[in-house]
């Protein structure tokens, strides 16, 4: 199973991107994906988290209402859009997931990809 991540680049302040994670590769199922971003010298911190199955979506106050996370699970994608993007913003935004594969717990990471934000 592998996470493809897409969607990172530089915008202005107050622009929009939507970021992209496929999940594809043997029988495996999702119990949650979740997007994270990490700025050179802090942790990794979630962003947004999705569960399947549940409505129970959840931000990072910095991101509420400005941040929408969704699924499409025919084709077990997830996406971020992210709207009026802030100068705080800018980060390496990694995709993760929870699931199984063939009975066993997994968890992935994508690869990454770059927001830059000009104010």
């Known amino acids: 199973v592998q996470l493809v991540e897409s969607g990172g680049g530089m915008v202005q302040a107050g622009d929009s991107l939507r970021l992209s994670c496929a999940a594809s590769?043997?029988?495996?199922?999702?119990?949650?994906m979740g997007w994270y971003r990490q700025v050179p010298g802090k942790q990794r911190e979630l962003v947004a988290n999705i569960p399947s199955g549940s409505r129970r979506v959840v931000y990072a106050d910095s991101v509420k209402g400005r941040f929408t996370i969704s699924r499409d699970n025919a084709r077990n994608t997830m996406y971020l859009q992210m709207n009026s993007l802030q100068p705080e913003d800018p980060a390496v935004y990694y995709c993760n997931l929870n699931g199984l594969e063939n009975y066993r717990y997994l968890e992935l990471w994508g690869q990454g990809t770059l927001v830059t934000v000009s104010s």
């Open positions: 590769g043997s029988t495996f199922s999702i119990m949650s």
